[in-house]
């Protein structure tokens, strides 16, 4: 394996600084009262949030592993992608009308107004455990290819990478979040266009040969099992709905994603961010999928290059940048890993502190002021950011792997749960306090049952998540009533009949 060239080096140093300083750039100005939080001051571009949305939803684990499940593989894991032709619409037609009305602060703040506080503190808890184990992992996972490809030590790996997204994010707030998310979205897009724009012209034949080299080892789609309808296989609408409904969950109830949505009140804004992310998403992964069959034919072709140690999902990509690319081209694309990381990890730090104090602080507390409420943040920012690192370096140097992967797994289906929430306030106007959180409870008993004691498809774990919340916590509310009972005055107001009989005005 050849050395890793010191003008690569300087490449990602400059794009680090670059991030920093702009990053930075935020904190000069005022980010007084929820700005801080919410960054709704008017300033921020709709086409910014929507970029920012994107960067959140791909992580570098997404970046490394897409290329190299298809190079392993083929394209089966793509048909994922085709969820957000259900994510999308149900966001912009069930969801943002009802957000837009409300002007919430939190995704959270939903929950309270729609059932009450305990069930606020229930979803920003989820989350915030969740995103803490998430900001770890984020590091963590992506600094092993890294060290293990560059020879770089893996804990400075992750100091940097932690450190300058930790300072940006506590200084210069939301809007510092989204403007770096934007810049960092762009040089992905840019890297993966080139990745394939180089394969292509390396691979003797090109495109054409590509595609048919592809089609002749089984490296696309596979007819096999695909219309099947059982919750045990990977069938394609299995995949296309439990993807769909996934994205969902995140798109309207995790608090890093609805973030982007309320920095704006225009109902058409946000349905712009939501079309350019969902269109975003399906064509950068489709990049991905598509590098990884590039690379699968250029290997065959050059055999004597392929390093074998790196031929896994998680390091044959990051082992083409390094070894294949042109010098400074490689430096920008393993900055382009940096990026992502960075966006994913800067915008878990600011939902986290945004959740903790607007939900579990300002919530419970009278007499919070705005002013006190931006000081808390920063503060929170700042120590969640190290906590992360800190974490990430532990798993770094130890063997818990298996028990954090177990741990994220089990978070992953509250918050799955916590989507079905959403989903049973915004659907039903008979759905009660008690009856939400029977069907947590019982949904929770079933996801658990089905994730650790049966052989059903991943792709399932959301529609049974979901469902089970939805029908569970619909039919107990008919025998369990509560204080606030289900004939309240303000139930058209936050659920969608209030869009529909507007509508039908």
Not at 14 to 37: D, N
Not at 107 to 136: H, P, T, V, W
Not at 326 to 346: E, T
Request: net charge positive; with cysteine; glycine share 8%.
């Amino acid at each position: 394996m050849k050395s890793y060239s010191p003008i690569n080096y300087l490449v990602i140093i400059i794009y680090l600084i670059a991030v920093f300083l702009i990053g930075l750039g935020f904190s000069r100005k005022k980010q007084g009262g929820k700005v801080f939080f919410k960054g709704n001051d008017g300033s921020i571009p709709w086409w910014v949030a929507a970029v920012s949305l994107f960067a959140t939803l791909m992580s570098p684990i997404s970046f490394l592993t897409l290329a190299g499940r298809s190079f392993m593989t083929n394209w089966e894991d793509w048909l994922g992608q085709l969820g957000v032709f259900i994510a999308v619409p149900l966001t912009i037609m069930w969801f943002l009308p009802v957000y837009k009305r409300m002007k919430l602060d939190t995704a959270y703040e939903y929950l309270e107004r729609r059932f009450n506080k305990k069930l606020r503190f229930l979803g920003s808890s989820m989350f915030i455990i969740f995103q803490i184990g998430r900001n770890a992992i984020i590091m963590y996972l992506p600094a092993i290819a890294l060290a293990y490809i560059t020879h770089m030590n893996i804990n400075i790996l992750i100091l940097i990478f932690g450190v300058i997204a930790v300072i940006y994010s506590t200084l210069g707030g939301l809007k510092a979040v989204l403007w770096t998310d934007f810049i960092q979205g762009l040089v992905l897009s840019v890297g993966a266009i080139f990745v394939v724009c180089y394969l292509i012209f390396s691979v003797k034949g090109g495109f054409s040969h590509i595609v048919s080299y592809g089609l002749s080892h089984h490296k696309f789609l596979s007819t096999s099992q695909m219309m099947s309808l059982s919750i045990f296989k990977q069938g394609l609408p299995v995949v296309i709905v439990g993807a769909g409904l996934s994205t969902l969950s995140s798109y309207v109830s995790s608090q890093d994603m609805v973030q982007r949505y309320i920095t704006t009140d225009d109902l058409g804004k946000m349905k712009k961010m939501t079309y350019l992310n969902g269109f975003m998403s399906i064509a950068i992964a489709t990049l991905f999928f598509f590098v990884g069959t590039g690379m699968f034919v250029f290997y065959k072709q050059n055999p004597n290059l392929l390093i074998h140690a790196h031929a896994t999902e998680d390091k044959i990509f990051a082992s083409f940048i390094v070894n294949q690319l042109p010098v400074g081209i490689s430096g920008l694309l393993i900055a382009a890993l940096f990026a992502i990381g960075q966006s994913s990890l800067s915008s878990g730090i600011n939902g986290i502190a945004s959740t903790w104090t607007l939900d579990l602080t300002k919530s419970f507390k009278k007499n919070f002021s705005d002013e006190q409420a931006t000081r808390y943040g920063k503060i929170l920012s700042l120590l969640v950011g190290l906590f992360s690192i800190v974490l990430a370096i532990i798993f770094a140097n130890s063997h818990i792997e298996s028990i954090f992967a177990f741990f994220n797994g089990f978070v992953g289906i509250i918050l799955g749960l916590v989507g079905g929430l959403f989903v049973l306030g915004i659907l039903t106007k008979k759905a009660n306090t008690k009856g939400a959180i029977i069907g947590f409870i019982v949904g929770l008993i079933i996801s658990i049952f089905v994730n650790y004691f049966t052989s059903v498809t991943f792709w399932a774990y959301s529609i049974i998540s979901i469902l089970s919340v939805l029908i569970i916590g619909y039919i107990a509310s008919f025998f369990f009533k509560d204080e606030k009972g289900s004939e309240r005055e303000d139930l058209d107001h936050l659920t969608i009949y209030g869009s529909l009989k507007k509508d039908n005005k």
